[in-house]
Protein backbone atom coordinates (compact mmCIF):
# COMPACT_ATOMS: atom_id res chain seq x y z
CA UNK A 1 0.00 0.00 0.00
CA UNK A 2 1.51 3.14 -0.96
CA UNK A 3 1.42 4.88 2.61
CA UNK A 4 1.40 8.66 1.29
CA UNK A 5 -1.89 8.04 -1.03
CA UNK A 6 -2.92 6.56 2.30
CA UNK A 7 -2.70 9.29 4.19
CA UNK A 8 -3.89 11.76 1.80
CA UNK A 9 -6.92 9.84 1.58
CA UNK A 10 -7.56 9.70 5.06
CA UNK A 11 -6.95 13.68 5.53
CA UNK A 12 -9.17 14.14 2.25
CA UNK A 13 -11.71 11.87 3.55
CA UNK A 14 -11.55 13.57 7.32
CA UNK A 15 -11.84 17.20 5.22
CA UNK A 16 -15.11 16.11 3.60
CA UNK A 17 -16.70 14.73 6.87
CA UNK A 18 -17.13 17.77 9.16
CA UNK A 19 -17.59 16.00 12.74
CA UNK A 20 -20.36 18.31 14.31
CA UNK A 21 -22.62 17.13 11.22
CA UNK A 22 -21.29 13.58 10.99
CA UNK A 23 -21.87 13.60 15.09
CA UNK A 24 -25.41 14.91 15.11
CA UNK A 25 -26.72 12.17 12.77
CA UNK A 26 -26.41 10.11 15.76
CA UNK A 27 -26.54 12.48 18.87
CA UNK A 28 -28.53 15.63 20.02
CA UNK A 29 -26.00 17.99 19.92
CA UNK A 30 -26.30 21.56 21.54
CA UNK A 31 -23.87 23.99 20.95
CA UNK A 32 -22.56 26.09 24.08
CA UNK A 33 -19.73 28.82 23.12
CA UNK A 34 -17.46 27.14 20.95
CA UNK A 35 -18.01 23.37 21.85
CA UNK A 36 -21.12 21.41 21.16
CA UNK A 37 -22.38 18.94 24.25
CA UNK A 38 -24.72 16.13 23.87
CA UNK A 39 -25.94 13.14 25.68
CA UNK A 40 -22.71 10.70 25.15
CA UNK A 41 -23.59 7.41 22.96
CA UNK A 42 -20.74 5.31 24.58
CA UNK A 43 -21.97 5.54 27.85
CA UNK A 44 -25.12 5.86 29.16
CA UNK A 45 -25.57 9.23 31.40
CA UNK A 46 -28.44 11.99 32.15
CA UNK A 47 -26.22 15.23 31.70
CA UNK A 48 -24.13 15.62 28.58
CA UNK A 49 -20.68 14.69 29.25
CA UNK A 50 -19.81 14.09 25.06
CA UNK A 51 -18.07 16.81 23.86
CA UNK A 52 -17.65 18.14 20.44
CA UNK A 53 -14.68 20.70 19.34
CA UNK A 54 -15.83 22.23 15.59
CA UNK A 55 -12.36 23.69 15.61
CA UNK A 56 -10.04 20.82 16.96
CA UNK A 57 -12.63 18.11 15.19
CA UNK A 58 -12.73 16.46 17.98
CA UNK A 59 -14.99 14.75 20.24
CA UNK A 60 -14.32 13.80 23.80
CA UNK A 61 -16.16 12.52 27.07
CA UNK A 62 -15.61 13.53 30.11
CA UNK A 63 -17.93 10.74 31.95
CA UNK A 64 -16.10 7.33 30.12
CA UNK A 65 -13.10 8.78 28.00
CA UNK A 66 -13.79 7.94 24.67
CA UNK A 67 -12.73 10.15 22.18
CA UNK A 68 -10.60 11.20 18.98
CA UNK A 69 -11.82 12.31 15.29
CA UNK A 70 -14.24 11.36 12.95
CA UNK A 71 -12.35 7.96 12.24
CA UNK A 72 -12.71 6.98 15.33
CA UNK A 73 -16.56 7.87 16.12
CA UNK A 74 -17.70 6.07 12.97
CA UNK A 75 -15.59 3.10 14.18
CA UNK A 76 -17.29 3.02 17.48
CA UNK A 77 -20.48 4.21 16.88
CA UNK A 78 -20.57 1.79 13.29
CA UNK A 79 -18.87 -1.15 15.21
CA UNK A 80 -16.71 -0.87 12.26
CA UNK A 81 -12.56 -1.47 11.79
CA UNK A 82 -10.40 1.19 10.53
CA UNK A 83 -10.54 0.39 7.03
CA UNK A 84 -14.34 0.05 6.28
CA UNK A 85 -14.75 3.27 8.45
CA UNK A 86 -12.54 5.23 6.04
CA UNK A 87 -14.67 3.54 3.41
CA UNK A 88 -18.17 4.36 5.25
CA UNK A 89 -17.08 8.24 5.54
CA UNK A 90 -15.61 8.07 1.68
CA UNK A 91 -19.02 7.00 0.67
CA UNK A 92 -21.04 9.49 2.43
CA UNK A 93 -18.80 12.18 1.17
CA UNK A 94 -18.98 10.53 -2.62
CA UNK A 95 -15.24 10.51 -2.60
CA UNK A 96 -14.16 7.65 -4.74
CA UNK A 97 -11.48 5.34 -3.21
CA UNK A 98 -8.31 4.63 -5.83
CA UNK A 99 -7.90 1.36 -6.46
CA UNK A 100 -4.18 1.60 -5.18
CA UNK A 101 -6.02 0.75 -1.70
CA UNK A 102 -6.09 -2.34 -2.11
CA UNK A 103 -3.56 -5.42 -2.15
CA UNK A 104 -3.47 -7.85 -4.37
CA UNK A 105 -5.04 -10.01 -3.08
CA UNK A 106 -7.47 -8.02 -2.31
CA UNK A 107 -7.95 -6.98 -5.73
CA UNK A 108 -7.60 -10.68 -6.81
CA UNK A 109 -10.78 -11.20 -4.75
CA UNK A 110 -12.71 -8.11 -6.02
CA UNK A 111 -12.41 -9.08 -9.42
CA UNK A 112 -13.20 -12.81 -8.43
CA UNK A 113 -16.77 -10.97 -6.58
CA UNK A 114 -17.14 -8.95 -10.14
CA UNK A 115 -17.05 -11.84 -11.97
CA UNK A 116 -20.09 -13.43 -9.82
CA UNK A 117 -22.05 -10.50 -10.26
CA UNK A 118 -21.86 -10.62 -13.86
CA UNK A 119 -22.41 -14.38 -14.25
CA UNK A 120 -25.41 -13.84 -12.05
CA UNK A 121 -26.58 -10.96 -13.96
CA UNK A 122 -26.21 -12.94 -16.82
CA UNK A 123 -28.38 -15.57 -15.82
CA UNK A 124 -31.41 -13.49 -14.34
CA UNK A 125 -31.32 -12.33 -17.47
CA UNK A 126 -31.86 -15.14 -19.64
CA UNK A 127 -34.40 -16.42 -16.93
CA UNK A 128 -35.77 -13.55 -17.20
CA UNK A 129 -36.08 -13.92 -20.72
CA UNK A 130 -37.85 -17.60 -20.60
CA UNK A 131 -40.82 -16.76 -17.87
CA UNK A 132 -41.86 -13.46 -20.12
CA UNK A 133 -40.58 -14.47 -23.52
CA UNK A 134 -41.51 -18.18 -23.95
CA UNK A 135 -43.84 -21.34 -24.12
CA UNK A 136 -42.28 -23.03 -21.33
CA UNK A 137 -42.54 -19.91 -18.99
CA UNK A 138 -46.27 -19.23 -19.33
CA UNK A 139 -46.62 -21.50 -16.50
CA UNK A 140 -44.96 -19.56 -14.00
CA UNK A 141 -46.43 -16.13 -15.44
CA UNK A 142 -49.79 -17.86 -14.91
CA UNK A 143 -48.52 -18.83 -10.86
CA UNK A 144 -47.60 -14.99 -10.67
CA UNK A 145 -51.22 -13.98 -12.13
CA UNK A 146 -53.30 -15.92 -9.61
CA UNK A 147 -50.74 -14.90 -6.72
CA UNK A 148 -51.78 -11.69 -7.85
CA UNK A 149 -48.53 -10.52 -8.77
CA UNK A 150 -48.73 -7.72 -11.83
CA UNK A 151 -45.94 -8.21 -14.38
CA UNK A 152 -44.54 -4.59 -13.48
CA UNK A 153 -43.91 -5.70 -9.66
CA UNK A 154 -42.17 -8.92 -10.78
CA UNK A 155 -40.51 -7.25 -13.10
CA UNK A 156 -39.10 -4.34 -10.49
CA UNK A 157 -37.67 -7.85 -8.79
CA UNK A 158 -36.25 -9.14 -11.41
CA UNK A 159 -38.29 -12.07 -11.20
CA UNK A 160 -37.37 -15.38 -13.93
CA UNK A 161 -38.09 -18.94 -14.14
CA UNK A 162 -35.59 -22.15 -14.63
CA UNK A 163 -36.65 -24.05 -17.14
CA UNK A 164 -37.08 -27.96 -16.35
CA UNK A 165 -34.28 -29.13 -18.46
CA UNK A 166 -30.74 -30.37 -16.82
CA UNK A 167 -28.49 -28.23 -19.28
CA UNK A 168 -30.40 -25.25 -20.66
CA UNK A 169 -28.32 -22.85 -18.23
CA UNK A 170 -25.06 -24.68 -19.03
CA UNK A 171 -25.51 -25.13 -22.21
CA UNK A 172 -25.99 -21.67 -22.92
CA UNK A 173 -23.01 -20.58 -21.19
CA UNK A 174 -21.15 -23.28 -23.35
CA UNK A 175 -22.42 -21.35 -26.45
CA UNK A 176 -21.34 -18.04 -25.00
CA UNK A 177 -18.03 -19.54 -23.78
CA UNK A 178 -17.90 -18.98 -20.30
CA UNK A 179 -16.22 -21.62 -18.34
CA UNK A 180 -18.34 -23.62 -16.35
CA UNK A 181 -16.38 -24.08 -13.30
CA UNK A 182 -16.72 -20.09 -13.02
CA UNK A 183 -20.86 -21.07 -13.14
CA UNK A 184 -20.34 -23.47 -10.79
CA UNK A 185 -18.52 -20.86 -8.17
CA UNK A 186 -21.07 -18.37 -8.46
CA UNK A 187 -23.94 -21.92 -7.62
CA UNK A 188 -25.20 -21.46 -10.65
CA UNK A 189 -24.16 -25.03 -12.12
CA UNK A 190 -23.64 -27.93 -10.13
CA UNK A 191 -21.45 -30.89 -10.58
CA UNK A 192 -18.11 -30.17 -11.37
CA UNK A 193 -16.01 -33.46 -13.04
CA UNK A 194 -19.18 -35.73 -13.22
CA UNK A 195 -21.00 -33.04 -15.84
CA UNK A 196 -22.28 -30.03 -15.19
CA UNK A 197 -25.66 -29.72 -14.46
CA UNK A 198 -28.43 -26.64 -13.94
CA UNK A 199 -28.38 -26.17 -10.12
CA UNK A 200 -32.28 -24.31 -10.82
CA UNK A 201 -34.90 -26.29 -12.53
CA UNK A 202 -38.92 -25.88 -12.78
CA UNK A 203 -38.45 -23.18 -10.17
CA UNK A 204 -39.65 -19.18 -10.20
CA UNK A 205 -36.48 -17.82 -9.06
CA UNK A 206 -36.40 -14.82 -6.95
CA UNK A 207 -32.71 -12.97 -7.43
CA UNK A 208 -31.48 -11.80 -4.37
CA UNK A 209 -29.51 -8.65 -4.24
CA UNK A 210 -27.22 -6.38 -2.60
CA UNK A 211 -27.72 -3.05 -0.85
CA UNK A 212 -25.86 -1.65 -4.40
CA UNK A 213 -28.66 -4.19 -6.56
CA UNK A 214 -25.88 -6.46 -7.53
CA UNK A 215 -27.34 -10.15 -7.28
CA UNK A 216 -25.81 -12.24 -4.99
CA UNK A 217 -27.94 -15.39 -5.48
CA UNK A 218 -31.05 -16.72 -6.17
CA UNK A 219 -33.94 -17.83 -4.20
CA UNK A 220 -36.00 -20.48 -6.51
CA UNK A 221 -39.61 -21.77 -5.92
CA UNK A 222 -40.30 -25.23 -6.86
CA UNK A 223 -43.79 -24.87 -9.45
CA UNK A 224 -44.32 -28.71 -10.00
CA UNK A 225 -44.54 -31.14 -7.24
CA UNK A 226 -41.46 -32.51 -5.99
CA UNK A 227 -38.94 -31.03 -2.87
CA UNK A 228 -37.33 -29.32 -2.08
CA UNK A 229 -40.37 -26.26 -2.51
CA UNK A 230 -37.65 -23.41 -2.14
CA UNK A 231 -34.02 -23.90 -3.08
CA UNK A 232 -31.29 -21.55 -2.32
CA UNK A 233 -27.80 -20.22 -3.97
CA UNK A 234 -25.02 -22.44 -2.00
CA UNK A 235 -22.86 -19.90 0.28
CA UNK A 236 -20.32 -18.26 -2.65
CA UNK A 237 -17.83 -15.62 -2.56
CA UNK A 238 -20.66 -12.87 -2.74
CA UNK A 239 -23.48 -14.93 -1.20
CA UNK A 240 -23.64 -15.76 2.63
CA UNK A 241 -26.98 -16.88 4.05
CA UNK A 242 -28.25 -14.20 6.63
CA UNK A 243 -26.10 -11.80 5.25
CA UNK A 244 -28.63 -9.74 3.06
CA UNK A 245 -32.18 -8.44 3.35
CA UNK A 246 -34.31 -9.17 0.27
CA UNK A 247 -35.99 -6.37 -1.25
CA UNK A 248 -33.16 -3.75 0.60
CA UNK A 249 -32.13 -2.42 -2.99
CA UNK A 250 -35.69 -1.59 -4.20
CA UNK A 251 -36.60 -0.63 -0.58
CA UNK A 252 -33.70 2.13 0.22
CA UNK A 253 -35.73 4.99 -1.06
CA UNK A 254 -38.51 4.16 0.48
CA UNK A 255 -37.01 3.61 3.84
CA UNK A 256 -34.90 7.17 3.68
CA UNK A 257 -38.54 8.82 2.63
CA UNK A 258 -40.61 7.20 5.05
CA UNK A 259 -37.78 7.24 7.73
CA UNK A 260 -38.90 3.40 8.63
CA UNK A 261 -38.19 0.01 7.55
CA UNK A 262 -41.33 -2.48 7.31
CA UNK A 263 -39.56 -6.40 7.77
CA UNK A 264 -41.36 -9.24 6.58
CA UNK A 265 -40.58 -12.41 5.97
CA UNK A 266 -40.59 -13.93 2.48
CA UNK A 267 -40.30 -12.65 -1.34
CA UNK A 268 -43.94 -12.83 -2.06
CA UNK A 269 -44.76 -10.58 1.01
CA UNK A 270 -42.49 -7.70 -0.16
CA UNK A 271 -43.48 -8.00 -3.53
CA UNK A 272 -46.76 -7.80 -2.76
CA UNK A 273 -46.29 -4.41 -0.35
CA UNK A 274 -44.11 -2.69 -3.11
CA UNK A 275 -46.98 -3.47 -5.68
CA UNK A 276 -49.19 -1.78 -3.36
CA UNK A 277 -47.29 0.97 -2.67
CA UNK A 278 -45.64 0.16 0.64
CA UNK A 279 -41.93 0.34 -0.91
CA UNK A 280 -39.89 0.55 2.78
CA UNK A 281 -40.35 -3.48 3.16
CA UNK A 282 -38.05 -5.67 3.08
CA UNK A 283 -37.55 -9.62 4.13
CA UNK A 284 -35.24 -11.17 6.24
CA UNK A 285 -35.66 -14.65 4.63
CA UNK A 286 -36.32 -16.75 7.98
CA UNK A 287 -37.54 -15.09 10.94
CA UNK A 288 -34.25 -14.95 13.11
CA UNK A 289 -32.48 -11.65 12.20
CA UNK A 290 -29.07 -12.24 11.87
CA UNK A 291 -26.49 -9.93 13.11
CA UNK A 292 -25.46 -8.97 10.06
CA UNK A 293 -29.10 -8.11 8.88
CA UNK A 294 -29.31 -5.89 11.82
CA UNK A 295 -26.20 -3.61 11.06
CA UNK A 296 -27.36 -3.53 7.93
CA UNK A 297 -31.45 -2.50 8.65
CA UNK A 298 -29.88 0.30 10.97
CA UNK A 299 -27.93 2.27 8.38
CA UNK A 300 -31.05 3.18 6.86
CA UNK A 301 -32.95 4.16 9.91
CA UNK A 302 -33.15 3.27 13.35
CA UNK A 303 -37.28 2.49 13.16
CA UNK A 304 -38.66 -0.94 12.35
CA UNK A 305 -41.66 -2.30 12.29
CA UNK A 306 -41.32 -6.45 12.36
CA UNK A 307 -44.74 -8.01 10.38
CA UNK A 308 -44.41 -11.87 10.41
CA UNK A 309 -46.90 -14.24 10.49
CA UNK A 310 -49.15 -14.88 13.59
CA UNK A 311 -47.24 -18.17 14.45
CA UNK A 312 -43.93 -17.55 13.66
CA UNK A 313 -43.90 -13.82 15.84
CA UNK A 314 -43.64 -15.65 18.97
CA UNK A 315 -40.78 -18.55 18.29
CA UNK A 316 -37.63 -18.06 20.54
CA UNK A 317 -35.68 -17.56 17.55
CA UNK A 318 -37.60 -14.73 16.06
CA UNK A 319 -37.51 -13.11 19.64
CA UNK A 320 -33.58 -13.47 19.71
CA UNK A 321 -33.69 -11.53 16.56
CA UNK A 322 -35.76 -8.66 17.89
CA UNK A 323 -33.71 -8.07 20.81
CA UNK A 324 -30.08 -8.03 18.80
CA UNK A 325 -32.44 -5.13 16.98
CA UNK A 326 -33.39 -3.38 20.32
CA UNK A 327 -29.87 -4.05 21.73
CA UNK A 328 -28.46 -2.17 18.49
CA UNK A 329 -30.42 1.06 19.59
CA UNK A 330 -33.05 0.34 17.21
CA UNK A 331 -37.05 1.61 17.75
CA UNK A 332 -38.57 -2.17 17.04
CA UNK A 333 -42.37 -2.64 16.97
CA UNK A 334 -44.09 -5.85 16.22
CA UNK A 335 -47.16 -5.56 14.05
CA UNK A 336 -49.41 -8.43 14.81
CA UNK A 337 -51.50 -10.23 12.41
CA UNK A 338 -54.75 -11.75 12.75
CA UNK A 339 -53.16 -15.53 13.31
CA UNK A 340 -53.16 -17.06 10.22
CA UNK A 341 -52.42 -14.43 7.82
CA UNK A 342 -49.38 -13.18 6.88
CA UNK A 343 -48.61 -9.72 5.10
CA UNK A 344 -49.41 -11.06 1.38
CA UNK A 345 -52.65 -12.52 2.01
CA UNK A 346 -53.66 -9.68 4.15
CA UNK A 347 -52.09 -7.23 1.52
CA UNK A 348 -54.41 -9.35 -1.22
CA UNK A 349 -57.37 -9.72 0.47
CA UNK A 350 -57.90 -5.86 2.54
CA UNK A 351 -55.57 -3.81 0.72
CA UNK A 352 -52.94 -1.46 2.01
CA UNK A 353 -54.91 0.42 4.22
CA UNK A 354 -56.03 -2.68 6.53
CA UNK A 355 -52.93 -3.42 6.44
CA UNK A 356 -51.76 0.22 7.69
CA UNK A 357 -54.20 -0.22 10.14
CA UNK A 358 -51.76 -3.01 11.67
CA UNK A 359 -48.67 -1.40 11.33
CA UNK A 360 -51.15 1.45 13.23
CA UNK A 361 -51.89 -0.66 16.70
CA UNK A 362 -48.69 -2.17 16.70
CA UNK A 363 -46.78 -2.49 20.02
CA UNK A 364 -43.29 -1.92 21.37
CA UNK A 365 -41.26 -4.90 22.22
CA UNK A 366 -42.53 -5.37 25.52
CA UNK A 367 -45.83 -5.54 25.31
CA UNK A 368 -45.46 -7.90 22.85
CA UNK A 369 -43.19 -9.90 24.98
CA UNK A 370 -45.54 -9.68 27.82
CA UNK A 371 -48.51 -10.93 25.96
CA UNK A 372 -46.46 -13.68 24.52
CA UNK A 373 -46.14 -14.55 28.17
CA UNK A 374 -49.29 -14.28 29.55
CA UNK A 375 -50.63 -16.52 26.70
CA UNK A 376 -48.56 -19.29 27.42
CA UNK A 377 -49.28 -18.68 31.27
CA UNK A 378 -52.46 -19.74 33.13
CA UNK A 379 -53.10 -16.21 34.86
CA UNK A 380 -56.54 -16.90 36.06
CA UNK A 381 -54.17 -19.13 38.53
CA UNK A 382 -52.33 -17.52 41.53
CA UNK A 383 -49.45 -20.18 40.45
CA UNK A 384 -49.68 -18.90 37.03
CA UNK A 385 -49.83 -15.09 38.20
CA UNK A 386 -46.05 -15.13 39.83
CA UNK A 387 -44.34 -17.23 37.34
CA UNK A 388 -45.63 -14.92 34.57
CA UNK A 389 -44.51 -12.08 37.17
CA UNK A 390 -41.03 -14.24 37.29
CA UNK A 391 -40.67 -14.45 33.72
CA UNK A 392 -41.48 -10.73 32.61
CA UNK A 393 -38.66 -8.72 35.09
CA UNK A 394 -35.80 -10.38 33.31
CA UNK A 395 -37.07 -8.18 30.23
CA UNK A 396 -37.97 -5.13 32.10
CA UNK A 397 -34.02 -4.92 33.39
CA UNK A 398 -33.06 -4.82 30.26
CA UNK A 399 -35.40 -1.50 29.98
CA UNK A 400 -32.65 1.07 31.00
CA UNK A 401 -35.35 4.18 30.93
CA UNK A 402 -36.62 4.56 34.60
CA UNK A 403 -39.73 6.07 33.58
CA UNK A 404 -40.46 3.40 31.04
CA UNK A 405 -39.84 0.60 33.02
CA UNK A 406 -42.36 2.38 35.51
CA UNK A 407 -44.97 2.42 33.19
CA UNK A 408 -44.25 -1.29 32.52
CA UNK A 409 -44.51 -2.29 35.96
CA UNK A 410 -48.02 -1.04 35.84
CA UNK A 411 -49.08 -2.58 32.50
CA UNK A 412 -47.51 -5.83 33.59
CA UNK A 413 -49.43 -5.16 36.61
CA UNK A 414 -52.60 -4.56 35.67
CA UNK A 415 -52.54 -7.63 32.98
CA UNK A 416 -51.48 -9.84 35.14
CA UNK A 417 -54.03 -8.76 37.82
CA UNK A 418 -52.18 -7.85 40.92
CA UNK A 419 -51.78 -4.65 42.87
CA UNK A 420 -49.44 -2.21 41.79
CA UNK A 421 -47.95 -2.35 45.46
CA UNK A 422 -47.06 -5.89 45.10
CA UNK A 423 -45.46 -5.91 42.09
CA UNK A 424 -42.80 -3.29 42.83
CA UNK A 425 -42.02 -4.93 45.87
CA UNK A 426 -41.17 -7.85 43.76
CA UNK A 427 -39.49 -6.09 41.59
CA UNK A 428 -37.15 -4.71 44.28
CA UNK A 429 -36.39 -8.02 45.55
CA UNK A 430 -35.69 -9.28 41.94
CA UNK A 431 -33.27 -6.37 40.88
CA UNK A 432 -31.50 -6.48 44.38
CA UNK A 433 -30.47 -10.04 43.82
CA UNK A 434 -30.18 -10.12 39.99
CA UNK A 435 -27.38 -6.77 40.99
CA UNK A 436 -25.72 -8.51 43.87
CA UNK A 437 -24.91 -11.68 40.85
CA UNK A 438 -24.00 -9.30 38.56
CA UNK A 439 -21.42 -7.82 40.56
CA UNK A 440 -20.15 -11.39 41.16
CA UNK A 441 -19.95 -12.09 38.00
CA UNK A 442 -18.28 -8.25 36.74
CA UNK A 443 -15.60 -9.10 39.35
CA UNK A 444 -15.11 -12.70 37.96
CA UNK A 445 -14.77 -11.35 33.72
CA UNK A 446 -12.60 -7.94 34.82
CA UNK A 447 -10.39 -10.78 36.40
CA UNK A 448 -10.96 -12.91 33.43
CA UNK A 449 -10.05 -10.34 30.18
CA UNK A 450 -9.72 -6.93 31.41
CA UNK A 451 -8.80 -5.89 27.75
CA UNK A 452 -12.11 -4.51 27.14
CA UNK A 453 -10.81 -0.56 27.20
CA UNK A 454 -14.65 0.10 28.13
CA UNK A 455 -14.26 -1.47 31.33
CA UNK A 456 -13.85 1.24 33.62
CA UNK A 457 -17.43 1.74 32.97
CA UNK A 458 -18.95 -1.66 34.07
CA UNK A 459 -21.11 -0.98 36.80
CA UNK A 460 -20.02 -3.86 39.03
CA UNK A 461 -16.49 -2.98 39.02
CA UNK A 462 -15.82 -1.77 42.57
CA UNK A 463 -14.60 1.82 43.45
CA UNK A 464 -11.09 0.80 44.64
CA UNK A 465 -10.30 -1.08 41.31
CA UNK A 466 -12.01 2.27 39.31
CA UNK A 467 -9.54 4.61 40.80
CA UNK A 468 -6.72 2.33 40.15
CA UNK A 469 -7.69 2.28 36.62
CA UNK A 470 -7.75 5.91 37.02
CA UNK A 471 -4.56 6.13 38.10
CA UNK A 472 -2.79 4.11 35.59
CA UNK A 473 -4.80 5.62 32.65
CA UNK A 474 -3.75 9.11 34.33
CA UNK A 475 -0.10 8.37 33.85
CA UNK A 476 -0.30 6.96 30.57
CA UNK A 477 -1.87 10.54 29.41
CA UNK A 478 0.83 12.00 31.29
CA UNK A 479 3.81 10.14 29.43
CA UNK A 480 2.31 11.25 26.25
CA UNK A 481 2.20 14.74 27.61
CA UNK A 482 5.84 15.29 27.97
CA UNK A 483 9.17 13.31 27.19
CA UNK A 484 9.98 13.76 30.60
CA UNK A 485 6.98 12.32 32.07
CA UNK A 486 7.43 9.20 30.34
CA UNK A 487 11.18 8.37 31.72
CA UNK A 488 10.06 9.26 35.49
CA UNK A 489 7.22 6.97 34.57
CA UNK A 490 9.78 4.58 33.11
CA UNK A 491 11.96 4.50 35.76
CA UNK A 492 9.36 4.15 38.73
CA UNK A 493 7.46 1.06 36.82
CA UNK A 494 10.30 -1.06 37.10
CA UNK A 495 8.78 -1.19 41.04
CA UNK A 496 5.58 -0.68 40.50
CA UNK A 497 3.21 -2.31 38.25
CA UNK A 498 0.00 -1.63 35.94
CA UNK A 499 -2.90 -3.74 36.79
CA UNK A 500 -4.93 -3.66 33.40
CA UNK A 501 -3.38 -5.27 30.64
CA UNK A 502 -4.43 -3.25 27.78
CA UNK A 503 -2.24 -0.20 29.47
CA UNK A 504 0.63 -2.37 30.20
CA UNK A 505 1.00 -3.61 26.62
CA UNK A 506 0.59 0.02 25.45
CA UNK A 507 3.23 1.14 28.23
CA UNK A 508 5.40 -1.54 26.41
CA UNK A 509 4.65 -0.68 22.65
CA UNK A 510 5.71 3.07 24.21
CA UNK A 511 9.15 2.15 25.26
CA UNK A 512 9.60 0.20 21.77
CA UNK A 513 9.07 3.29 20.44
CA UNK A 514 10.95 5.34 22.76
CA UNK A 515 13.76 4.28 20.60
CA UNK A 516 13.04 6.36 17.18
CA UNK A 517 12.64 9.99 18.33
CA UNK A 518 9.14 11.69 18.33
CA UNK A 519 7.26 12.00 20.54
CA UNK A 520 4.28 11.70 21.11
CA UNK A 521 4.28 8.24 18.74
CA UNK A 522 1.85 8.83 15.50
CA UNK A 523 -0.94 6.47 16.19
CA UNK A 524 -0.17 4.46 13.00
CA UNK A 525 2.52 2.91 15.44
CA UNK A 526 0.00 1.00 17.44
CA UNK A 527 -1.50 -1.96 16.67
CA UNK A 528 -5.62 -2.11 16.66
CA UNK A 529 -5.94 -3.47 20.01
CA UNK A 530 -4.38 -0.71 21.34
CA UNK A 531 -4.41 2.21 19.08
CA UNK A 532 -7.99 3.40 19.71
CA UNK A 533 -7.29 3.70 23.89
CA UNK A 534 -4.34 5.73 22.71
CA UNK A 535 -5.90 7.92 20.13
CA UNK A 536 -8.86 8.22 23.11
CA UNK A 537 -5.49 9.48 25.46
CA UNK A 538 -4.28 11.77 22.82
CA UNK A 539 -7.46 13.45 22.17
CA UNK A 540 -8.45 13.98 26.39
CA UNK A 541 -5.05 15.63 26.36
CA UNK A 542 -6.11 17.86 23.77
CA UNK A 543 -9.05 18.37 25.09
CA UNK A 544 -8.19 18.74 28.60
CA UNK A 545 -4.51 20.29 28.48
CA UNK A 546 -3.46 20.09 32.27
CA UNK A 547 -0.72 18.89 33.04
CA UNK A 548 -0.90 15.11 35.06
CA UNK A 549 0.31 15.41 38.44
CA UNK A 550 3.05 12.39 37.56
CA UNK A 551 4.36 12.39 40.91
CA UNK A 552 1.11 12.00 42.79
CA UNK A 553 -0.34 9.36 40.86
CA UNK A 554 2.34 7.85 41.05
CA UNK A 555 2.74 8.12 44.94
CA UNK A 556 -0.64 6.79 45.02
CA UNK A 557 -0.06 3.90 42.84
CA UNK A 558 2.66 3.02 45.27
CA UNK A 559 1.21 3.11 48.42
CA UNK A 560 -1.94 0.95 46.37
CA UNK A 561 0.37 -1.81 45.51
CA UNK A 562 1.82 -1.41 49.76
CA UNK A 563 -1.45 -2.09 50.84
CA UNK A 564 -2.73 -4.61 48.63
CA UNK A 565 0.80 -6.74 49.30
CA UNK A 566 -0.52 -6.03 52.96
CA UNK A 567 -3.33 -7.49 52.57
CA UNK A 568 -2.51 -10.36 50.73
CA UNK A 569 0.14 -11.03 53.42
CA UNK A 570 -2.40 -11.31 55.78
CA UNK A 571 -4.59 -13.24 54.58
CA UNK A 572 -2.37 -15.83 54.09
CA UNK A 573 -0.88 -15.40 57.21
CA UNK A 574 -4.41 -16.03 59.03
CA UNK A 575 -5.06 -19.31 56.77
CA UNK A 576 -1.47 -20.89 57.95
CA UNK A 577 -2.29 -19.41 61.68
CA UNK A 578 -5.22 -21.70 61.20
CA UNK A 579 -3.49 -24.62 59.78
CA UNK A 580 -0.73 -24.34 62.54
CA UNK A 581 -3.00 -23.84 65.50
CA UNK A 582 -1.82 -27.21 66.99
CA UNK A 583 2.46 -26.56 66.15
CA UNK A 584 4.31 -25.59 69.55
CA UNK A 585 6.80 -22.94 66.78
CA UNK A 586 5.84 -21.42 63.96
CA UNK A 587 7.29 -22.63 60.89
CA UNK A 588 9.87 -20.59 59.26
CA UNK A 589 7.71 -19.71 56.12
CA UNK A 590 4.89 -18.09 58.93
CA UNK A 591 7.68 -16.24 60.32
CA UNK A 592 8.95 -14.85 57.20
CA UNK A 593 5.73 -13.48 56.30
CA UNK A 594 5.06 -11.64 59.18
CA UNK A 595 8.46 -10.00 59.58
CA UNK A 596 7.51 -8.91 55.89
CA UNK A 597 4.14 -7.63 57.04
CA UNK A 598 5.91 -5.47 59.77
CA UNK A 599 8.39 -3.79 57.40
CA UNK A 600 5.49 -2.82 54.87
CA UNK A 601 3.49 -1.79 57.54
CA UNK A 602 6.16 0.46 58.47
CA UNK A 603 6.90 1.50 55.48
CA UNK A 604 3.39 2.53 54.81
CA UNK A 605 3.52 4.58 57.91
CA UNK A 606 6.53 6.40 57.20
CA UNK A 607 5.94 6.88 53.41
CA UNK A 608 2.76 7.85 53.19
CA UNK A 609 1.58 9.23 56.93
CA UNK A 610 -1.88 10.04 56.18
CA UNK A 611 -3.20 7.08 54.31
CA UNK A 612 -5.80 5.36 55.97
CA UNK A 613 -7.21 2.87 53.11
CA UNK A 614 -5.94 -0.02 55.08
CA UNK A 615 -9.26 -2.03 56.77
ZN1 LIG B 1 -19.11 8.69 27.53
Known sequence: MDRLTDEKIISDVKENNELVTVISEYVNLKQRGKTFMGLCPFHSEKTPSFTVSREKQLFHCFGCGAGGDVLTFVMRMENLTFGPALRFLAERAGIPLPEVQLSPNMQKRKAERERLYQLNAFAAD?????????????????????????????????????????????????????????????????????????????????????????????????????????????ETAVFQKGDSLYGLFQAREGIRRRERVIVMEGYMDVIQAHQQGLDEVVASLGTALTTEQVKLLKRYTDQVYIAYDADAAGEAATIRGLDLLAAAGVNVRVVRLPSGEDPDSLLKKEGVEAFQRFVDESVDLFTFKLAYILEQEEIATP?????????????????????????????????????????????????????????????????????????????????????????????????????????????????????APLYTEL?????????????????????????????????????????????????????????????????????????????????????????????????????????????
Open 126 to 234: YYRKVLWGTKTGEKAAAYLKTRGISRAAAEKFRLGYAPPQWAALVGLFRKKGIALGEAEKAGLVCGGGEGFYDRFRDRLLFPITNARGQIVGFGGRLLGDGQPKYLNSP
Open 383 to 499: DGKARAVQRVFPILSQVKNQIMREAYLKQTATAVGVSEATIYDEWRIYSYNSRKNKQRLDIKNNQRHTNDITYQQQPGILPAEKNLLQLERQLLRGCLQEKDFFTRIKQALKEIKFS
Open 507 to 615: LHQLVEWDVSGEWPPPATAFPPETRALYIELLTENTMNPLPVDVEGCLKRLEQHQIAEEIRRLQREVAVSLDLQASAPTPALDLQNKLALLNRLHKKLREDFPTFSGLR
